[in-house]
């Protein structure tokens, strides 16, 4: 026996759908075109360019959501599965639009860019553009390679298309000559810690497009460099990111965005000298056992110090009462293997401390080890440096560390001039140290002391003397340091996160001090609370911490984190892989997954 059915066959609703189209002017009324629920986005840019009578090529246009601030990106779904119903206001828009990027150096460049991408492969492809090799893209902002441009005439291939863009590319390859004095005095610079993180506020969210962040067309954002972790720069190959690299430590310690002492100030300036002067013109024992004096402060502050007995042994130094104590038990032993190295010093005061974060169980304890003369600093702080790494003192490299530190205080020493190139007239004290010391010194009183440091570094190469500059910059105490107002949880007042590549550090808003510091490597896991926009981190020993964000979303924080936890799972040997998949699953939070 055969059964038999009745099919009723429905038909769809039509509908009207009102679509703008920008090439029809921003007073021209929408286009309205009739639509099925079970039309896809495809049919309906058909249906909209076919209307507009238009003749070009659309391949570049795509629909916008203004209510959803949404792209409509995916041409086989249907209006139903995307939730667009006859309310909705479309907008047919080109994906690619120009925008105003001013790079470290001030260049402004106008450029057509990605509006419909995630900021982060936004980014890729303009660095992809500016740079010379795959290590370079993304540099300004994450840091991250991607794959390796052909060359032509020592260039990129974009930029010796012609004459005008060969020309963009010497700028960009070229250090800039320093604006007048009264241009540099009406640069913004911040005066405190809540001025610098109120900085990182405006950071744009990587996974998310420029049209979904308010960004327009012609906007003027800056381009800079985020995430302070880099592969190494090869100079013959890399010379737009080693300039702009250059160009935003420079002015990141004219504007005093970055803290450093007063003889550092003034080998900066002596770089900067060369630089742009060249643009214009275009022996210690290793012994495995060490011992020597130092000094230790009972506190985190520098106040209170009390002398021991240190000796130095692999990769710990232990510490005693006196000399004569060292054959006895030590007061206490520290494994260095870990810690963060950073310098203390005056030459010209004859101070040479070095500055040691050592990982505890409750975060990092900070040490001060206080040397007599730079001789035995030199050589503690070689043998600090690789203890960090896991290093002893027998390893190859520790007589060239200690060759360079001394090479470096050797910069800082003051020495007689002779006959130079520079005249007190010539030398614009501006453009080469902070307004602090500025204000500080006359001008007549710099320029005899940046000659003299100008002498110790003269003979070096324009490239030699850019990534001297970039060592040293590096080497600074608050090297790459991002700071959030926040509040932790259980505390009535605000206190000052401070993000690293490879540490948290809790500081106290009111007088500056270091109050705890967290690293990376002791992370068990982080989250984040988007409903009540808070950030718990669980640390190795049953550490937990939560605060909220008091200057900026949190958002950027656990992109922060989640970026730098990404920089440290790549290596050299993939510098021409990028999983960007993997990058924004740690910074893309919950709408990214």
Known sequence: MTSYGICIQTRMAVWDLSVSVEELGPEAPPLKISVTS????????????????????????????????????????TLDKCGIHADARLCLTPQHKPLRLVMPSGIILRMRVCFSSPVFRTVMGICKLLSESGKAALMFIYAIAGTILKLANGMPAFFADTPETEAVYKMLAVSQPAPAPETIAKLYRTTNIMEKAHINSRWLDSSRSLLQQGVKENYKLLLRLKYYTFHDIIPQADVVRLTQLY????????????????????????????????????????????????????????????????????????????????????????????????????????????????PGPEGMNEVYLCCEHEQQYSRWMAACRLASKGKTLADSSFSSEVQSIQSFLAMQKTTPTNNTAQTDESINTHSLVSPRYQKKYKPKQLTPRILEAYQNVAQLSLTDAIQKFLQIWQALPDFGLSYIVVRFKGCRKDEVLGIANNRLIRIDLSVGD?????????????????????????FDGNVNIAFSCVTADCKIV????????????????????????LFHKLTGGHEAL
């Open 558 to 581: 656990h992109e922060y984190i989640g970026g730098y936890i990404f920089m440290s799972t790549r290596s050299r040997e993939q510098s021409d892989t990028l999983n960007e998949e």
């Open 514 to 538: 270091v109050v705890k510091t967290w690293r990376y490597n002791t992370m068990r896991q982080w989250n984040v609370n988007w409903d009540i926009k808070q950030v718990a981190i669980e």
């Open 38 to 77: 079970d039309l896809h986005i495809g049919g309906v840019i058909l249906k909209v360019v076919e209307k507009s009578q238009i003749k070009k090529d659309w391949s570049d246009h795509a629909l916008w959501w203004e209510q959803k601030q949404q792209w409509l990106l995916k041409p086989s779904w």
């Open 247 to 358: 160009e935003q430590a420079r002015w990141a310690i004219l504007l005093e965005e970055i803290e450093c002492t007063e003889e550092e100030m003034m080998v900066f300036a002596a770089f900067v000298l060369i630089i742009l002067a060249t643009t214009v013109n275009l022996t210690f024992m290793t012994n495995i056992f060490v011992v020597s004096p130092f000094f230790r402060p009972k506190r985190l502050t520098l106040k209170g110090y009390k002398q021991y007995w240190f000796t130095f042994k692999d990769t710990t130094i232990s510490y005693y009462k006196s000399k004569e104590e060292s054959s006895k038990e030590p007061i206490q032993q520290i494994n260095l293997k870990g810690c963060e190295v950073a310098p203390d010093v005056s030459v010209a005061g004859q101070k040479f401390c070095i500055r040691l974060l050592i």
